[in-house]
């Protein structure tokens, strides 16, 4: 199944006509408010009017008596948006409930929060919440709220309350404790703890859609819906359960909030402390791919979940969907929301605790859905340094995006603070991680369960080294036992248009004979075999195309320079082709197309040289050759006369790239084969340039 990528022109024009929709419903908004004013003084009043009433009887695990939530929190409380009368139960369950419904009936921080001014509110027409699940335009939810009447639900003699701040509660992720509850607004913020009974409730303050595992079983997914009181009880045990102990935890979906009052269990039972409690956490940052969308189960079957169960962790998500790092005109990014306790905080400009935990390490994956190139490395350095500043010992990952959208401009970020003295940042190239494809990705950008599970086992590795005592440094890829020295090899591409599966032998360490498939090296993508190095900075690479076997007359075998192992990379190739000869092409941006620089008339053998210096490439040539075939320098071989073929200037790849050998079909039912000899590598090359610190980590 082959994917087609977005249209980005249309995604940013689609955007500005969601802020022209929002600025048309400002005056809406301000009659509402108005209304909203005069509904609210006379709500105070019944309010203090109920206060004085008797209250409930309640048994409470802690002795100290809590009274119902206060008056002024009542407004943050959402009904549903209908007139129509809801049923008497007050939860739903429904397992086939996705974070992708969830997303239709939730306002993302992406669509609804403005810059600068946080505490303004835009509401989108096609989609909202106040701070909850379900309601379809918050400004008139509030203003309906004030003119229903508000119930206290009951708890049966047979149960008790269990406070949402019993010490055998477990919070992970970003909670704000307020005096009537625990409040997440973070996708995938979780509590964990050990319950006796056969009774297990919770009771909300606000609508919500959460996962719920008991005894490490299958997790299901529930809605709690307002239905006339407050707060919400919603049973999130089965009707077999047993009485014994069970291990609860609960997760907040994406684009939800649980606002905890206190569990109901029964009478008898009690809580008790999680035993699977791990000292670890490790933060991620990200967009969809940190959320999981396109995977079956969103959050539970995300990459930052899977690992931080494969390494004995706990986890925090600092996503939301289509999140970037910079702000814009009227969107904020990460560089601002990452810093508040919530993404959809409107109401305040509190900021998040950073007392509240410290977590071992942190993942970032952010940049495809950023487009101002030229400012992403200063905003990028200057978010790690504010990071920085509030976590001075934390390892902080960069993730490139799994098809490399700004490689280069992370890179940069992550070694100007390297050379400032910060030997803890990290920058990790995914890119040859995960094959383009249905088998990984789930559409153009997102991965499936697959791919988010290939993703999990590259990164446990490198979070393992950073997160044991003493820390050991990231781990550089394994060396491959078919290969020798540091050399690797891979087909880049999308799967369907690589085609046969390309292989590489040796008869010498600077002998190789390449099968490579693939519908091309050219266009906006490639699909070829690659057998490479890394290369750090300046550099230079020189092999001797012995011989190149091909059907088709667009097959293409040569040397190579390229920032990233996507289909889409920026590259340099200097090669041979029954079509065009001896040729130089080059890409200057991801997916850009390729562009013929310079070709002449030649054929097997031919000797190439690529050097680079710095933003300047020099593509050389020489007919004559310095080994007899084999792999053997000829005896008495007078010096290579080179002949320049072109002198690239200003081309802009990341500092660490990679170099090697290419060779392409250009049929992918077939496959080309060429013998490449006196093959030499010049500057950073390999593992050499792992200094004190790992510059570049791969794994392919």
Known sequence: MAFQFGNHDAWKLN??????????????????????????????????????????????????????????????????????????????????????????????????????GKSQFISNASSGLLGGYGVRYPILAIALLFLTPTLRAKVDTAEK??????GNIKYFGRWQPTPQDMRSNWAGAYFKTNVYGGRIKLRLNQPTHIYVQLDQGPVRQLVAKYTGQWPIQLDVAPPDLSDGQHQLLVAAAANATICLESLVIALAGDTTPPANVSPQLVEFIGHDLALGVGTTQSLLTSFPWLVSDMIGAEHAQIAYNQARLMNDTMLLGMETRYFDWSPFDWMSNDEWDFSSYVPSAIVILLGQNDYKEEEYTDALSNFLKRIRSHLSHTSILILSEP?????????????????????????????????????????????????????????APLLKARLSSPRQPLPGPAPNPSLPHDWQTMDVGEQDAIGLPGSVSFDSPHTFTLWGSGVDIGD?????????????????????????????????????????????????????????????????????????????????????????????????????????????????????????????????????????????????????????????????????????????????
Not at 161 to 166: A, E
Not at 666 to 680: H, L, N, R
């Open 161 to 166: 309350l269990i406070p949402f701040d019993d």
């Open 15 to 116: 955007n500005a006509s969601k802020r022209r929709m929002d600025d048309d419903d400002d005056a809406e908004e301000e009659c509402i408010k108005r209304q909203q004013h005069q509904q609210q003084q006379k709500l105070q009043a019944d309010l203090i009017a109920e206060e004085q009433s008797e209250l409930p009887s309640i048994t409470y695990a802690s002795p100290d008596y809590r009274p119902p939530p206060r008056p002024d929190a009542l407004w943050l409380q959402p009904i549903p948006p209908t007139s129509t009368p809801a049923p008497m139960s007050t939860t739903m369950m429904d397992e086939d409930l996705t974070d992708e419904d969830d997303a239709q009936a939730v306002l993302t921080p992406s669509s609804s929060l403005q810059h600068p």
């Open 403 to 459: 098809l490399g959208d700004l490689v280069r401009q992370s890179q940069d970020a992550v070694y100007q603070l390297n050379d400032q003295g910060d030997q803890d940042v990290f920058f990790v190239d995914t890119t040859g991680w995960i094959q383009y494809g249905s088998a990984a990705f789930a559409d153009s950008t997102h991965l499936n369960d697959q791919g988010h599970d290939r993703l999990a086992r590259k990164l």
């Open 524 to 700: 906006g993508r490639d699909a070829f075999r690659y057998v490479y190095q890394s290369l750090s900075a300046d550099g230079a690479i020189e092999a001797t195309v012995v011989s190149h076997s091909a059907f088709a007359s667009c097959a293409k075998a040569g040397i190579m320079m390229r920032e990233h192992l996507a289909l889409g990379s920026p590259h340099v190739m200097l090669g041979i082709s029954p079509a065009n000869g001896v040729f130089v092409q080059t890409r200057t941006q991801n997916f850009n197309e390729t562009r013929l620089v310079k070709k002449l008339r030649a054929s097997p053998p031919y000797r190439f040289r690529l050097v680079r210096k710095g933003t300047d490439f020099i593509a050389q040539a020489s007919h004559q050759s310095t080994d007899d075939g084999s792999g053997n320098k000829t005896a008495d071989e007078p010096p290579v006369v080179w002949q320049t073929i072109a002198n690239m200037t200003d081309l802009a790849l990341a500092r660490d790239i990679y170099v090697g050998l290419a060779v392409t079909s250009c049929d992918p039912t077939v496959v080309s084969v060429a013998k490449f000899a006196d093959i030499s590598l010049s500057g950073g090359v390999g593992n050499g340039f792992y200094s004190s610190y790992p510059r570049l980590i791969h794994q392919p």
